[in-house]
Structure formats: C-alpha cells, structure tokens
C-alpha cells in the first residue's frame, strides 16, 4: 500500500512537505528501488519532477532545481518531497513512485495548489 500525504493550498514563496509510505514493503526493496516523484497539471502531461536511483543519485526536473529536495527514510519506509519557494507554476497533482524489478508502485495522486 502506497499512501500520499502532505499537499493543499499554499501562498507563493511558501513551502510543502510531501510524503510518500510505502507500507509493506520490505527493506531491500525499498533501498533497491528508483524512487520518483511526478506531477501533472490541468491541460498538461505528467512529468517528472524528481527522482533517486539505486544507487542513491538524485535528479531534478530543471525548474525546481535548488527549490526541492528529494530524499528518503529506510527505516519509516517513506519517501519526501521538500518543497520551497513555491510558484504558481508548480500547482499540480503530484505522484510518487517506486520502481522495482520491472515493477512500479503508485500513490494515489495529491493536489498541491499555489496561490495567493
């Protein structure tokens, strides 16, 4: 079970923590997995926003980059996606998702809304 939670509305400039728990799963699949967070606005495909390999790199999508962190912890099982210095732009429904052995793990999608 794949359980989202963080999102709702906030002012530009503010800030968001996204979670993402993976409940269930074992250890080594957690830390053996590519961890992805995406989001998809009105009108728009989804894209990838940011991501952790294996091997624990991690990648940003360049519009957020030195606005977001990803990171994650092994032993709640929980992904995170720290969101500062929030833009209008950045208004979405956002996914996360582990990919492991060719198979991938969905939350259910959280609205994150910035406005004023």
């Known amino acids: 079970q794949v359980v989202e939670s963080g999102g709702g509305l906030v002012q530009p400039g503010g800030s968001l923590r996204l979670s993402c728990k993976f409940s269930?799963?074992?250890?080594?699949?957690?830390?053996?997995?590519?961890m992805d967070w995406y989001r998809q606005a009105p009108g728009r495909q989804r894209e990838l926003v940011a991501s952790i390999g294996s091997g624990r790199r991690t990648n940003y999508l360049d519009s957020v980059k030195g606005r977001f962190t990803i990171s994650l912890d092994n032993v709640k099982r929980t992904m995170y996606l720290q969101m500062n210095s929030l833009e209008p732009e950045d208004t979405a429904v956002y996914y996360c998702?582990?990919?492991?052995?060719?198979?991938?793990?969905w939350g259910q999608g959280m609205q994150v809304t910035v406005s004023s």
């Open positions: 998702k582990a990919g492991y052995d060719r198979m991938d793990y």
């Open positions: 269930g799963m074992i250890l080594s699949v957690f830390t053996g997995s590519t």
